[in-house]
């Protein structure tokens, strides 16, 4: 039996991301990540045991109380025992790249001048741009100060593989600051930048997984696709939020990418399929704009018009459902059972996301 995970935020249920998870194990993988995200949490909250310089503390003991998902971490542990390893084996390699990814989201912030995360101020507002730094720079640190906790003959590669993720997350944000001046942004060069930016993340925490779990060279290559075409997917479908999902949902302002005249999948992808000379002249002059600076509702709401009437929505649907496909296919030398469903639940929990 196949159940049929339905992407959400107000896109049409005819249009749908198949997996074939068994229904009746849904609520035990379900659990299971909780159990994981509720052991990353309490290491995280452990994590700061100094009290001084108080501006340095203060400030990162705020960020880590702020919660998240865990969804690097969990991944992180889920490949691990897809590899043949267990969850004790990677579970301070799985907090050192919840670390890693928290340092991205502070420096990311200082460079969006972002007000808020997570529903909360961003370390720059509620204290400067200089602490943020500081308190980004620490992480990394901290991070590695958890990764070599992991007891694993493969060491070596492990902190190779981190540190080339941390190399490739900075070249993929140098080229989104990049693109934000450009006016002649490809998509495949849109493609190319969330693949080091998003997916890389992703397929970091699972090839770090994976060779704790110690698991063959074919094992480990075939876990990192997966998270790496599940990072594509994921970053597509934060591009379809943030015009189709709810405010409530989102947390935030709808059509926030195209006030701030963000390279997106869907306004890159309208330039080659939007053919009314209108409706691309409107496309076109978000991007020459750099934005829609009036932040008025109805040219947000004529966008995602124009987006709906040339096919913009349906084919970004279509590739994400593309995309997770190929990671679940990545799977299939793994053998069945759960550790192999669990994955393919994995999928199917991030891409029904409404936010």
């Known amino acids: 039996m196949r159940t049929k995970i339905f992407i959400s935020a107000n896109i049409k249920k005819s249009q749908k991301i198949t997996t074939s998870t068994l229904p009746h194990k849904m609520d035990n993988h379900s659990g299971i990540y909780s159990q994981y995200k509720k052991k990353i949490d309490e290491i995280l909250a452990q994590q700061i045991t100094r009290e001084f310089p108080v501006t340095l503390y203060e400030p990162l003991k705020y960020l880590l109380s702020g919660g998240g998902k865990r969804i690097r971490p969990v991944l992180m542990i889920f490949c691990c025992e897809a590899a043949g390893g267990k969850m004790e084996d990677a579970l301070y390699a799985s907090v050192a790249i919840e670390l890693l990814h928290n340092f991205t989201l502070v420096h990311d912030d200082i460079m969006d001048n972002a007000d808020t995360r997570r529903g909360r101020e961003t370390l720059h507002k509620k204290w400067n741009d200089n602490v943020a730094i500081l308190s980004g720079d620490h992480l990394i640190g901290m991070a590695y100060m958890n990764l070599i906790k992991t007891n694993s003959g493969r060491i070596n590669e492990i902190i190779s593989s981190f540190t080339e993720g941390i190399l490739e997350v900075c070249e993929g944000q140098s080229y989104d600051k990049e693109f934000e001046i450009r006016k002649d942004v490809t998509l495949n060069e849109y493609l190319m930048m969330i693949g080091k930016k998003t997916a890389r993340m992703l397929e970091t925490s699972a090839e770090v997984g994976a060779l704790i779990g110690n698991g063959s060279k074919d094992r480990v290559y075939n876990l990192k696709s997966y998270a790496s075409n599940l990072g ?115 999928s199917s929990m991030l891409m029904s996301r409404k936010f």
């Open 232 to 346: 594509i997917a994921f970053q597509i479908l934060d591009d379809l939020l943030d015009i189709s999902a709810s405010e409530e949902e989102l947390g935030k302002k709808i059509g926030g990418d195209l006030l701030e005249g963000k390279k997106t999948f869907l306004i890159l992808k309208a330039l080659e399929l939007v053919k009314d000379s209108n409706d691309l002249k409107k496309i076109k002059s978000v991007i020459d704009n750099n934005g829609l600076k009036s932040g008025d509702e109805n040219e947000i709401l004529e966008i995602k018009n124009i987006y709906e009437r040339s096919g913009v929505i349906e084919f970004a649907k279509n590739e994400i459902e593309k995309y997770t496909s190929r990671a679940d296919k990545n799977l299939n030398s793994i053998p069945d059972g759960d550790l192999k469903e669990r994955l393919k639940w994995f």
